[in-house]
């Protein structure tokens, strides 16, 4: 592995190898210290092929199309290492859906999905690697030290995978607002690491873009809609290592995002939102949400009904709730979808900061099947 990528990984990988070992470091025998360096020299050889290629494609800034690629473990040179694999995906069928959130320090919360063909990687676990970069920058020369990543992140997951759907990863990043190039590298974990050193790797490589909006800035203004297909209570503490695989995971309540927002009669139309920066009177926000629901028809749209406003203000709120602790006032509203016809509709939400006078309006798109 080049010295690059030595620095890059050695945060992730120390926190692994310390998250895998109980003992400390002076009570541990030789073997144990054996153990410890053979897991983090697998772990290096396992990330070096997605961070080359990553390099590769941030090198080339060209279109964020899905790519896969093969990466030789045996050729020393990065620019020669790394060939387009021919043939076997479809570029449409990968995508990357997220949401945003306001986040500590000043940052975006982003809770995303990255999806792909099952069939692209071996069934199992796969490895990722995440680099988030100012829109446009080139990766740093090998010998730099430092990087300009908003944020970087490298883990295993066992892809979510349903009959006739495609494989979904669900994981977060958080950095400052502005626009951002994002570099997805997939590649399955080998089976047997000490055998498979040599052996050709292959990478999926994925560059989507983001722009993180600015929640920090005073004005009114909402994080994203989530389009929920199903909200779960948990029971019991959630250890830290599970909640970085739940990124929807808030307090002792899951959100399931849906993948399509398509839903049928039988279900319910849930959304989950936050509101940033209500005006206060005497300490307190005064809001109003509306939601209105039109169907989308090749006429132009109709009106179809609207749910009772939610007022969120001294009287609604808890005694004890800060919006200056807090950050944010929640918004959400679940609908039985058994009096909607088929068809597609669109959801309106308005929210309305009655202490500064001013409304912002959010959209949903969604889908009711027949049958």
């Known amino acids: 592995m080049k010295s690059r990528d030595r620095q890059v990984l050695t945060g992730v990988v120390c926190a692994l190898v310390v998250a895998s070992l109980a003992l400390p470091v002076s009570a541990q025998s030789k073997d144990e210290k054996k153990r410890q360096k053979e897991l983090q020299e697998a772990l290096q050889r396992e990330a070096r092929p997605v961070l080359v290629v990553t390099d590769q494609v941030q090198r080339q800034q060209g279109p964020g ?14 620019t020669k290492a790394v060939t387009a694999s021919p043939g076997g995906l ?3 069928a990968v995508a990357f859906r997220h949401d945003m959130m306001k986040a500590a320090d000043g940052k975006v919360y982003v809770p995303y999905t990255l999806e792909f063909p099952a069939d692209v990687m071996a069934s199992g676990p796969v490895s990722v690697y995440v680099r988030v970069v ?4 080139l990766p740093p020369p090998p010998d730099k030290k430092d990087s300009r990543f908003a944020f970087e992140d490298f883990y295993t997951v066992e892809p979510r995978i349903a009959a006739g759907q495609p494989a979904r990863i669900t994981r977060a990043f958080a950095a400052p607002p502005g626009e951002y190039d994002l570099y997805f590298g997939v590649r399955a974990r080998p089976s047997d690491p000490k055998k498979a050193k040599d052996e050709p790797v292959r990478v999926l490589a994925f560059k989507p873009s983001a722009t993180l909006s600015n929640f920090w800035n005073g ?5 994203t809609i989530v389009v929920t297909s199903k909200v779960e209570t948990i029971q019991g503490q959630v250890p830290p290592e599970s909640q970085r695989e739940r990124p929807y995971l808030f307090g002792q309540t899951e959100f399931v995002p849906s993948p399509d927002n398509k839903f049928k009669k039988t279900d319910e139309l849930s959304v989950v939102f936050q509101i940033y920066n209500p005006a ?3 300490g307190k926000p005064n809001v109003q949400i509306d939601y209105s629901f039109h169907a989308r028809q090749a006429e132009g749209e109709k009106y ?6 939610q007022q969120l203000n001294g009287q609604t709120l808890p005694p004890n709730f800060d919006v200056a602790v807090t950050q944010m006032l929640p918004g959400g509203q679940s609908v039985p979808l058994g009096s909607f016809p088929p068809g597609d509709y669109r959801m309106e939400i308005k929210v309305t900061d009655n202490v500064a006078k001013k409304t912002i309006t959010r959209d949903v798109l969604f889908s009711v099947l027949g049958g």
């Open 65 to 78: 199309d899905a790519q896969l690629f093969v990466m030789n473990p045996k050729e020393n040179d990065p």
């Open 90 to 92: 479809d570029a449409k």
């Open 134 to 137: 100012p829109k446009g920058e």
């Open 219 to 223: 004005e009114l203004t909402t994080s």
């Open 280 to 282: 206060l009177d005497a």
């Open 304 to 309: 179809f009904n609207k749910t009772n406003a």
